[in-house]
């Protein structure tokens, strides 16, 4: 079941081109970052200024970064600043789920998804408490461990986790390179994420979700210099849905995403503060699905 139209629908019985990756295929990659697996699909190609951690940019079918549109449970990721998702930020090790969606999707989710949307989902907890922890290794000092725990108990519904990363990296840039520097380009970054629900009956559910992280990396802007990425990013979301009958039904939530990029020691400093509001109706009449959706959004830079 996908959200590729923002309603659950199964995924045979949607007409656009969807790719969906599980937590399985997520932890069986051995990529460190969402725009790393993402270059693995077909029709989409990364760029960076640098190595892993660096200013990343995703392009959906060769349309420009701005113009793919990207939701963590639902609340909408961009920066004013680079022009699109901060997706070094994004820990995939807190992924559970990435839904793909390639080609125009603008009807649905508004003017910047020309080119497709992205929907990243993080754990949900279920059945009895389970403790995870996991550490992987790699090539130029990579280390990334990651502790959590999920469950549930009667309506409510729990997942909470931490994760760290860091590698010395590469120089990763060629010496004919403007700004060339040929020291190791490395990268450090935390992140926390909680996520609970509780089922007030069975029609009726409220969900809220959190995910914060911090990340440094290296790159190349001058020849002398010690060049350093700041980024930051907080999202939060409350949600609610009622199932009025098994033909209606309205969910409501509210999104607030802020980051923060900065670069020293040549300093430049930027604060997106994103806000998202949405009210969704489905109402199905025999075979024939009608949706309505109101949504308000503000951007501050």
């Keep these: 079941v996908v959200t590729a139209t923002r309603a659950p629908q199964p995924l045979p019985e949607v007409l656009a081109d969807v790719t969906v990756i599980d937590r399985t295929t997520i932890e069986q990659s051995g990529a460190v970052g969402v725009a790393d697996l993402l ?56 992924i559970e ?11 649905v989710y508004g003017s910047d998804a020309v080119a497709g949307v992205v929907q990243l989902f993080t754990r949900r907890g279920k059945g009895a408490a389970r403790p995870t922890a996991a550490l992987t290794v790699g090539s130029y000092r990579t280390a990334q461990a990651q502790v959590g725990v999920s469950g549930s108990a009667d309506a409510l519904d729990y997942s909470l986790s931490a994760g760290h990363g860091r590698s010395d990296g590469f120089d990763a840039r060629t010496e004919a390179a403007a ?3 040929p020291d190791k380009d490395g990268w450090q970054r935390s992140s926390l994420q909680g996520r609970v ?6 029609a009726h559910r409220d969900d809220a979700s959190l995910l914060a992280t911090k990340l440094r990396s290296g790159y190349d802007s001058s020849p002398t210099a010690d060049d350093q990425n700041r980024h930051t990013l907080r999202t939060g979301s409350l949600a609610w849905e009622g199932r009025w009958s098994a033909e209606s039904t309205t969910r409501a939530q509210w999104g607030q995403t802020q980051s923060t990029y900065e670069t020293q020691p040549s300093f430049y400093r930027t604060e997106t503060t994103l806000k998202n509001t949405t009210l969704q109706h489905e109402q199905r009449f025999g075979t024939q699905v009608f949706t309505g959706l109101l949504e308000r959004r503000e951007d501050e830079l």
């Design 39 to 94: 270059a693995r699909q077909p029709g989409i190609e990364i760029g960076r200024n640098g190595g892993p951690g660096t200013n990343t940019s995703v392009f959906i079918r060769g349309a420009e970064t701005r113009f793919t549109a990207v939701y963590l449970d639902g609340v909408r990721l961009d920066s004013q600043s680079t022009g699109g998702a901060t997706w070094e930020s994004i820990p995939l090790s807190q």
């Design 97 to 107: 789920r990435i839904e793909i969606l390639r080609g125009p999707a603008a009807a």
């Design 179 to 181: 700004g060339h520097n």
């Design 197 to 202: 629900g509780f089922q007030l009956n069975p």
